[in-house]
């Protein structure tokens, strides 16, 4: 069955390191997006890519960056972690065509310390 | 900008008890409509959806109508059940902007036995 995954499923780190989260899908869709999900905030949009090689800014972008070298994966980058991304980051991936309902990984809890 | 308002919770309820989430939205024309769910430890996952005016989406006993005329897309079900427990999402996707979800709050619903 096809599915998206993320890694790790938690992660602590420190102020100022370098941090990737892993997202996998095998839906085989172009769509892809990272939220960041806060209490009192719901989801937000953090990054978003409409296909290999496009990569575009959400909501709240800044400290975040993204690659797309394929179409199953988009890796989710804090350049120098900081306290305020502590959260709960979930990756979604959609149909390429038309407002095509999402489909959500489990999520990655990072603490930032 | 587009955004979607809910009610506040968390909402307590005894089991078999009515449920309704109000959900109310701003966005220009007609944008699709959408309830995710969140179980404990779990993304998200869709719910049900409404893509225009007046359709009622429909799944597990829940039900939620787009209604044009009050911009609004509350979530009912009859008789909850304890497993019913979860956070309640409403969300758009505005019809001139691609796959890109505009979430609400959250709302906790707890229901007891």
């Known amino acids: 069955d096809a599915e998206i995954t993320q890694s790790p499923r938690h992660k602590i780190t420190e102020t100022g390191r370098q941090v990737t989260l892993a997202c996998h899908q095998t839906?085989?869709?172009?769509?892809m997006f990272w939220y960041r999900q806060d209490l009192g905030h719901g989801l937000r949009l953090i990054h978003y890519?409409?296909?290999?090689?496009?990569?575009n800014k959400g909501e709240v972008s800044d400290g975040y960056s993204v690659s797309r070298s394929n179409t199953e994966d988009l890796p989710l980058t804090l350049e120098s972690a900081a306290s305020s991304q502590t959260s709960v980051y979930f990756c979604?991936?959609?149909?390429?065509?038309?407002?095509?309902?999402?489909?959500f990984g489990p999520g990655t809890r990072l603490t930032v310390t | 900008g587009d955004s979607v308002t809910q009610m506040e919770g968390p909402v307590t309820l005894s089991e078999e008890a009515f449920l309704t989430i109000n959900c109310t939205y701003t966005?220009?024309?007609?944008?699709?409509l959408f309830w995710y769910v969140q179980y404990p430890g779990e993304g998200l996952q869709l719910l049900l959806k409404?893509?225009?005016?007046?359709d009622k989406g429909s799944n597990k006993g829940f039900e939620a109508t787009y209604r044009k005329e009050t911009t609004s897309f509350h979530l009912e079900k009859g008789s909850v059940q304890v497993s019913d427990s979860a956070v309640y999402f409403c969300?758009?996707?505005?019809?001139?902007?691609?796959?890109?979800?505009?979430f609400g709050g959250g709302t906790r619903l707890m229901v007891k036995p």
């Open positions: 890519s409409y296909g290999v090689h496009d990569t």
């Open positions: 969300a758009l996707i505005p019809n001139n902007a691609g796959n890109m979800l505009t």
């Open positions: 839906w085989n869709h172009n769509n």
């Open positions: 979604a991936s959609s149909e390429s065509a038309g407002r095509y309902e999402q489909y």
């Open positions: 409404a893509t225009k005016a007046d």
């Open positions: 966005a220009t024309g007609y944008p699709s």
